[in-house]
């Protein structure tokens, strides 16, 4: 196992407590460790520059970060987010109080401040209050204080302790916000997908699979409305209903009935697609829009359609089925209401079904 893989084993590792989000456990390890590999790498510098008095407050500080891991190991998270902001804040204040500002120390709190936000703690906001006026109290002693080292100390260990500070400070705020929102995106990813599943669920007809009732109604509504602005003259609306429907389920039995309805809804939907749109009604019914077509044009497609219908075998159990279907069509009137064009369709089938079936009634 590589160290990287060792690493992210060690902070991946589930809280004891299940009640614990491990998002927000990671999180404060993650925290831990950046301010720790900070305060290694800045004790490193003070050792070279023999400032031994502050390389011995760093082992300090990393011993204080590594008892606050060791808590988010032993169910003892909030003694963790304790230590991890109260030990911050120790160090923070004071390197600001010998540095002053130009080590960029004193932005770790706003790190800490982001931290805080995603830890889901009980009471962050006290604690962010908390870190906001220490932030603003440093600014304040900045304009009054000098910082106590002298200028010997300064130099190259100032520009280390720079740039230490915007590498760590950037991969904390990095971190958290990449870590938090990679979720967040993946949830919404997930969210939509099933949004979209729910409406499809919603639309379909369980058996054919084509359009339901609600989803043409729907869409309908859509064409309706792009008459109103001008953007199709013409709508025309059929209903064809199988003849004898029930004597091919009281002969055959249900299935069968089930195989004929997903065998026409299939040619339906192939002979409707660029021209319109079909439905399953209810029951044996049908409901047919043809979009941009006058009523002749659609009495021409819809005949088509009957004769594919009268030549379809429709396979079941080793024999082969034939059904036919009378249709009522009607030019749709956009003076009156949905429901008035299609009982002016519903009307023309029943016409047909009295006449002798098989038919297109127009």
């Known amino acids: 196992m590589t160290f990287v893989s060792k690493v992210k084993s060690f902070v991946l590792q589930e809280p004891q407590n299940k009640n614990e989000s491990p998002k927000v456990v990671v999180v404060l390890r993650m925290s831990c460790l950046l301010f720790m590999l900070y305060l290694l790498s800045a004790g490193v510098g003070f050792v070279i520059t023999k400032h031994m008095y502050l390389a011995m407050f760093s082992v300090l ?6 008892y606050a891991l060791y808590c988010s190991y032993q169910d ?6 304790l230590l991890l902001n109260i030990n911050t804040l120790l160090w923070v204040i004071m390197f600001y109080v010998i540095f002053g500002p130009n080590t960029g120390v004193h932005h770790f709190i706003f790190a800490l401040i982001m931290v805080d936000l995603l830890l889901e703690r ?3 906001v006290v604690m962010i209050v908390a870190l906001y006026l220490v932030r603003i109290g440093l600014y304040a002693g900045r304009m009054t204080c000098l910082p106590i080292a002298v200028e010997g100390m300064l130099g190259k260990l100032e520009i280390y302790m720079y740039v230490l500070s915007v590498v760590l400070e ?5 971190f958290t916000g990449i870590y938090f929102t990679k979720d967040a995106f993946k949830m919404e990813s997930r969210l939509q997908d099933y949004n979209n ?3 499809h669920v919603a639309s379909t007809d369980p058996l054919t699979k084509i359009w339901n009732r609600f989803r043409m109604l729907e869409h309908v509504e859509k064409c309706l409305k792009k008459y109103q602005r001008g953007e199709l003259q013409f709508l025309s609306l059929a ?3 199988i003849d004898f429907f029930k004597r091919v389920n009281d002969t055959y039995g249900h299935e069968c009935g089930d195989e004929v309805l997903r065998s026409l809804a299939h040619l339906f939907d192939e002979e409707m697609r660029g021209i319109g749109a079909v439905a399953r009604w209810g029951g044996e019914e049908f409901l047919f829009l043809f979009e941009n077509m006058n009523g002749d044009d659609a009495w021409t497609a819809l005949s088509l359609i009957q004769t594919k219908l009268g030549r ?3 396979p079941y159990e080793g024999q082969l089925h034939r059904v036919t279907m009378t249709f009522g069509l009607t030019e749709y009137d956009f003076h009156l209401s949905l429901d008035d064009n299609i009982k002016l369709a519903d009307d023309k089938l029943y016409k047909g079904k009295e006449s002798g079936r098989n038919r297109v009634i127009y």
């Open 170 to 174: 950037c991969t904390t705020v990095l």
């Open 76 to 81: 003892k998270m909030a003694q963790a987010y």
């Open 312 to 314: 379809l075998d429709i």
């Open 197 to 199: 599943e729910l409406r």
């Open 239 to 241: 209903i064809g209903d």
């Open 122 to 124: 009980r009471h962050p």
């Open 61 to 66: 500080f990393l011993i204080l970060y590594a």
